[in-house]
């Protein structure tokens, strides 16, 4: 099975009036198509950072990335926003929904960035999916918070054009309580198997870690430890720091 | 990868409901519709000016000459298509019996009037005529004042010259009568055919040709091309501008007015427009954080936002030309008296010069904030921080600015005047902030609760609210010194006239009738001023220097000047300079200020042409005058004797009182060949025409208001989070919802008071200048002026500002903290 995620000695520093301030040193991992990986850690311990980093959201200041194939620390910003648009998708802690948009709007947008001619139909196929067929219209306020995060995994898998899809998810819990959040993780792993989208999940909840192929646990921009799960029939992933 | 075109229109569409892009949508049809009105009004009023010019002319073009010009010039005109006429006028005696009078004889070719028409009756009690075509061979047309001068009546024989003509008819109106009001000579119109048999015009004569040419625009210009050259210092061509110098003057005046008072509504739409879209790009900071973690890039983020910006000034431009248009029309129906003539349809300009107002105002304000939107990081949405960071401003600080500094220069065509806009709209600024900080650093707080309040959010929101007191301190301004301007100071001018200032002009008077005049005027008990004799001449060289070519220092080297003479030196006369005359002296008394500008000392040598004959005299004293004192006055005033030879008529003027009005009737009977000019109606025209005008600018003053009450709402709208917290806090902490609303009230209210006295001091001295400058009038301060501004600025923008923010008071505070948080 091929990398669908690599990363090579990753470090990224930013200015400040103090000097240079390093938030990731020195790291490097491996995620094989239709794995998933939980990135965990205290707050500033850097896991965020490096989401952005592995999703092209911004550009490492050493180390190079390679996100379905292609390596996204030798494009520009134009060239990463248009890897991005093919291959991935983004569940956020606070869901991130376009207010004076409807949930199906919400959904639209991805398909219409690419200029999807189907984004309606595309649209509702996957509200659909995660259960709220019949919320179609409603803006965001008019919903509960655990279904606002259902309408934000619709968009993420609306995002993908292809079979190469990637998820990334940013404490997708985080702003959900108990109950709810557990629907939206039971809801977020179903469709992942179902798709076979490969999925790294930034989160404080070890439960949720436990689920995933592999755990990497961050410490102060370094990762601290990893477990890493056989696949049924498949590769390790590889973690390195 | 291309998103779907129609894209930025849906979420246009979706967007609409926020808010911001209805605020920048109105703010742009303002400035549009006020622009475009005033574009549209000014075209059709340039257009019938000249329409009214060509009328003035009775041609499109016009070569005027003191001899007959080459035949093949006008052969020229001919072979090219153009229509021509021409004219020959003179001065000459007329006879009828053993009456004789001085008259001014035109005598007209066929075709004439090219443009206008003449307006003549058969007989004295027969209607009216319009007719295209001046008398026919062998007859003579008569200003009606002629017949019981020369004992005539229609039918009768009149000798000119030598010839003899038939009286056909009475000359009311002719388009082309360039002669002032005391012509002496009333006008006489003949065929240019009976010229010759007249043999009036002999070498030396003072003959007037004029050679009179329309048609088409493009065959008119390459004739004058072709004749340019061939003309000589006797030949001058008169196009449409020259046709009535004074009103297109004025026009042009009001016109640019009128521009910079729109190009103020304009900069105020366009500060809307601005923090609108300043508002809106930081509210999108996380549409465009979420969409670019999407996978849309930079340019397909502009390409999103500047294809909505362009489809939303598209719409709110048609919006505002629809608007503009109709305004425009209202405002020509209201003030059709006003126009020369029926004012023609509007070109296609106007609409030419909303559509660059609109796309100016759209793309110079709201482009900028929208390029720092397109720049937004997208590891924001991580970060869960949605601080635009206004990086690269100056784009903004650089690009608003310019984008009307250029639109304005082209609206009033002069880079001065926009120069002058632009740093007076700075000092505004400037007198803003100082006033503002006047107001934060006052002891108000000590006041109590909601004073303390309202001064902390005036202090925290400094920037604004300088903008806020300067927009609506320029909007006050303007409409303050236009309605004190209208009211006050046209009755303080009034004022200033003596009681019984003269309120009548009578002239034209014959030397016959002056003892007549005389005695009915006592017998009413009229006191009229002296009846002064006039005789019109021309100064034509100063010390034996010909006076040709100095004319620009002084138009009264145009034209022939009234002559007069007196052995009383009037009350308003005063003289600064040399000595009035005894009986015996000779000389003349010159004006001062025209003896100034043509560069005239006592004793100095002047030549005056008077009916082709030259009189020489010299300066023997300089007097200054007071031309409003309704009295007959005079650049030159004779010694008495000096004039004697020439012919000349009477004029005086008299103050009747109201009740006994009907005494006028009894003078037109009594003097059907003298001019009266009531100038009760007069005065009551012009306040007439001032109040139509004044509609006009003030209506424009209003939408600048409107402007201003725009900008307060897109200010309001940037802050209104931060107020929402504020309030929910406080009013957790106990305050009561009235205390807010009552803070709100002081603040609003004291930033109107604020724009209110700037706008009073500006209006202050706007009047000042007015008064001393164009009423001369003594220099007075107005207390209505300065009561009038604060009061209505804090009516004003404390309405306006409490209307626009009353939900963060009302919004119960759980609701906004959990919505905040």
């Known amino acids: ?90 569940v956020f802690q606070t869901f991130q929904l376009l207010p004076g948009l409807t949930a199906q709007e919400n959904v639209m947008l991805p398909s219409e960035l690419r200029g999807d001619r189907n984004a309606a139909g595309r649209a509702a196929e996957f509200l659909g999916r995660v259960g709220l067929e019949h919320r179609l219209g409603h803006y965001p306020r008019q919903l509960s918070g655990g279904e606002q995060q259902r309408v934000a995994i619709a968009r993420a898998f609306a995002s993908f054009s292809g079979n190469d899809g990637i998820l990334f998810a940013d404490e997708p819990t985080g702003s959900l309580d108990a109950g709810n ?36 646990r961050m410490a102060a921009g370094e990762i601290q430890g990893a477990d890493l799960q056989p696949r049924d029939g498949g590769n390790l992933s590889e973690v390195s720091a | 990868m291309a998103a779907t075109p129609t894209l930025p229109l849906k979420l246009l569409g979706r967007d609409w409901r926020g808010g ?80 004789f009078q001085f008259a001014a004889i035109k005598a007209v070719s066929a075709g004439y009037p090219l443009v206008g028409h003449l307006e003549m009756r058969t007989a004295a009690d027969a209607p009216r005529e319009v007719v295209s075509q001046g008398p026919g061979t062998g007859e003579v047309w008569l200003e009606p004042r002629l017949l019981p001068l020369l004992e005539l009546q229609m039918g009768d024989r009149l000798q000119v010259g030598e010839a003899e003509l038939l009286v056909t008819g009475l000359l009311d109106h002719e388009p082309d009568r360039s002669d002032n009001l005391f012509s002496m000579g009333a006008r006489v119109m003949m065929n240019i055919a009976d010229l010759p048999a007249t043999n009036i015009i002999q070498p030396g004569s003072r003959v007037r040709y004029r050679y009179l040419f329309a048609g088409d625009d493009a065959a008119l210009e390459s004739y004058f091309k072709w004749l340019e050259p061939r003309l000589t210092e006797h030949q001058r061509v008169i196009d449409l501008r020259e046709g009535q110098p004074r009103v297109a003057s004025a026009l042009d005046r009001a016109e640019s007015f009128l521009f910079l008072a729109g190009s103020l509504a304009v900069l105020l739409a366009s500060v809307a427009v601005g923090l609108a879209a300043r508002r809106y790009s930081l509210r999108h900071t996380a549409y465009v954080a979420v969409m670019k973690s999407l996978g849309a890039g930079r340019a397909k983020v502009l390409q999103i936002y500047i294809g909505q910006l362009v489809a939303l000034a598209l719409c709110a431009t048609v919006v505002g030309l629809l608007i503009g248009s109709l305004i425009q029309a209202q405002a020509v129906s209201l003030m059709a008296d006003f126009f020369p003539v029926e004012p023609p349809p509007s070109s296609w300009n106007p609409l030419l010069v909303g559509l660059a ?69 700075a000092l505004l600024v400037g007198g803003s902030a100082l006033v503002n900080q006047l107001l934060v650093r006052g002891q108000l707080a000590s006041l109590g609760g909601a004073w303390r309040i309202a001064l902390g959010s005036l202090q925290r929101r400094a920037a604004f609210n300088t903008l806020l007191i300067a927009a609506f301190g320029t909007g006050l301004l303007a409409m303050l010194a236009l309605v004190f301007a209208r009211t006050t100071l046209i009755e303080e001018w009034r004022m200033q006239l003596p009681e019984n200032a003269p309120n009548h002009f009578m002239f034209n008077i014959a030397p016959h009738d002056v003892e007549r005049l005389q005695a009915l005027l006592d017998e009413n008990g009229i006191a009229a001023t002296e009846i002064y004799p006039m005789v019109r001449g021309r100064l034509v060289a100063i010390n034996d220097v010909p006076a040709t070519g100095r004319e620009e220092q002084a138009g009264a080297l145009r034209r022939e000047l009234n002559l007069s003479w007196t052995e009383n030196l009037a009350p308003d006369n005063r003289i600064v300079a040399g000595d009035w005359w005894d009986r015996a002296d000779e000389g003349v008394s010159v004006e001062v200020e025209l003896a100034a500008r043509l560069n005239l000392a006592l004793g100095d040598k002047l030549r005056f042409s008077i009916g082709g004959l030259e009189v020489e005299t010299h300066i023997a004293s300089l007097r200054s005058l007071d031309w409003n004192s309704m009295r007959p006055n005079f650049y030159m005033l004779f010694a008495p004797g000096t004039l004697d030879d020439f012919p000349a008529t009477y004029i005086t003027s008299f103050y009747l009182p109201a009740d006994q009005k009907l005494l006028v009737n009894d003078l037109v009977r009594n003097f059907p060949s003298v001019s009266l000019i009531e100038l009760d109606k007069i005065i009551e025209r012009i306040r007439d025409t001032i109040g139509q005008v004044s509609l006009a600018i003030e209506s424009v003053m209003a939408l600048m208001l409107v402007a201003g009450v725009l900008v307060l709402i897109s200010g309001v709208r940037s802050s209104i989070a931060e107020r929402l917290q504020e309030a929910a806090i406080i009013r957790t902490l106990g305050g009561r919802r009235g205390l807010l609303l009552k803070s709100l009230v002081i603040e609003f209210g004291l930033l109107g008071i604020a724009a209110g006295l700037l706008a009073a001091i500006g209006a202050e001295a706007t009047l000042a200048v007015l008064a001393m400058r164009v009423f001369e009038l003594p220099f007075s301060l107005h207390p209505l002026l300065w009561l009038a501004g604060p009061i209505a600025g804090a009516l004003l923008v404390g309405i306006a500002g409490t209307l626009a923010c009353r939900s963060s008071v009302s919004q119960p505070p759980l609701k906004v903290l959990r919505e905040l948080a």
């Open chain 2, 20 to 99: 911001e892009l209805a605020l920048i949508a109105t703010a742009l049809v303002l400035a549009v519709a006020c622009v475009t009105a005033i574009a549209h009004f000014s075209d059709r009023l340039t257009r019938a000016m000249h329409i009214q010019s060509q009328t003035f002319l009775a041609a499109e073009r016009v070569v005027r000459s003191s001899k007959p010009v080459d035949p093949a010039w006008t052969d020229e005109a001919r072979d090219r298509g153009l229509e021509r006429a021409e004219t020959v006028s003179f001065a000459s005696m007329l006879s009828a019996g053993e009456q």
């Open chain 1, 181 to 216: 959040g557990e629907k939206v993780i039971d809801l977020l792993f179903e469709l992942n198997a179902e798709s076979a989208t490969t999925l790294v999940l930034v989160t404080h909840e070890q439960r949720l870690a436990e689920r995933c192929h592999s755990h990497l």
């Open chain 2, 357 to 425: 107002t609109g796309f100016a105002c759209a793309f110079g304000f709201a482009l900028p904030p929208l390029f720092r939107l397109a720049r937004t990081d997208p590891m924001q949405t991580l970060r869960r921080d949605w601080s635009n960071p206004d990086r690269r401003e100056w784009l903004g600080m650089v690009m608003g600015p310019t984008s009307m500094l250029l639109l304005i220069w082209w609206l009033s065509g002069s880079l001065p005047i926009t120069l002058a806009l632009f740093a007076g709209m």
């Open chain 1, 1 to 90: 099975m091929s990398a669908m995620l690599r990363a090579e000695s990753l470090s990224h520093r930013v200015p400040t009036s103090e000097g240079p301030l390093t938030l990731l040193n020195n790291i490097s991992l491996q995620l094989a198509r239709g794995e998933s990986l939980a990135i965990t850690g205290a707050s500033g311990s850097g896991k965020s950072t490096l989401l952005g980093l592995l999703a092209g959201l911004d550009r490492p200041t050493e180390g190079r990335i390679w996100l379905a194939g292609d390596e996204i620390t030798a494009m520009d910003e134009e060239q990463r926003a248009a890897v991005r648009a093919r291959c991935v998708g983004f």
